[in-house]
DNA sequence: GCAAAAGTGTTTCATCTACACCCATGT
DNA sequence: ACATGGGTGTAGATGAAACACTTTTGC
């Protein structure tokens, strides 16, 4: 370590926060973007988020920006990882603290921000060049994303409050890009019981109607005490 | 979000890597504390860190830390979470990315950074109060290692280079704070077939010598590649 | 020959995998 | 009546759990 420095010369630097917003519908795994109306990286798509204000906490800053893009609140919201390489920003040293959040898109109601900029869901298999190194962010939040549906209940915060298996089973081939087994997928979940059994059936389909059900987060965190670990695997073999 | 402000207002802050550096020696699990002798919190222990450069990548500043304390290059070294709660240091906003390392005690040669500061191996079960939020740290910090040694085999960063399975056995058990069964503990490990034979034994021990093994991480990368998975499972069931 | 840890096999049980047909509804 | 997805059971394979005795070395 080199001979003690002015700490002033340390106080120099700025933190964003950036969210990968992450949204199931149309059985596709969507993010929302938000394209940038000034420099740089103008009419580039970008992962929302702004800067981090002088007293608000990592955190709060991170759902600031997800209700005031989004509207919402009380979605689920983690930090991700912390991306900072010198050259990422060209205003100066910028490290960004990036979050990853899952949210019911039926409750998605855009508001701009004021800056009246495009806010749409985008695939994540056909991704444009993004701004700054966001791309590079939302590749480590999908492998985040892999990871945690399979040993943590996480999946649900993408699908409505009531919801098919068949739905819950399309969300899980499309993080995973690979197709599951309708049997052995539906009697590992309901194994687990962690499924409310709704009584109700969806309507105004061509066929036989589903079943719907709901996650029970309270029996979740009861087994979760008692030393159950969720889990689901891949498997469908070769 | 309100009006746009003068960007410079948000170049104010600072930031610092602090590294959980684990070790294991005497069938305990360690890390490495630094006393410091300055204020604030004068005279706690803390995990070490610094700030980062302005021009200095995060993982860098986190390599040379670690560098500069123990003499060590070239070892394992991760992202684990940053921390920014607007009250945490005295000085002003300074968020801290924090980094965890396991590194081989063996190679351990303490070089208190110019500054003559003891630096020391404390058992993780019995830490006193440490500086700033360093035990908020640590404790995510053990999390993400039990984890971790679940599903990737980097419990062997923690071993030196021929080790046998019994010293094996004791580093999960240390880590998960669980006791495993002999038999299939060994069973599970050399059926993923990752460990070498090195057709050596241990030397000038009070009974039946074992066998010592490393671990090939080629064939680890080949297996991944094709779809294997590490996992170890906690078991001995209640 | 005794102390101390190394090393090893088998049975039981649970879970995972593969697989094909009937059911309920809308049109 | 037909098209569409919903819904179910079983046999075989695999992996996990439980459990006790013999072996090798130093002293």
Known sequence: MQARKNFNDFFKSA??????IFGFDEGKLKILLIRRNEPPFEDFWALPGYFVQPKEDLEAAAARVLREMTGMENVYLEQL???GSPGRHN???VITVAYYSLVKIADFRPRAAGL???ITWHTVDDLEQLAFDHEE??????DKLK?????RPVGFELLPPAFTLTELQHLYEAIWE????KRNFRKKILSMGLLEDLNRTQEGVAHRPAKLYRFDEAI?????ESGFNFEMKESKSK
Do not use: C, M, P, W
């Open 15 to 20: 933190f964003t926060v950036d969210n990968v």
């Open 81 to 83: 990882h912390t991306f």
């Open 91 to 93: 205003l100066g040293r």
């Open 116 to 118: 009246a900029q495009d």
């Open 137 to 142: 962010i939302v590749a480590v939040a999908l």
């Open 147 to 151: 990871k945690s549906i399979r040993t």
């Open 178 to 181: 690979t197709e599951l087994e």
């Open 220 to 224: 979740y965190r009861k087994l979760e």
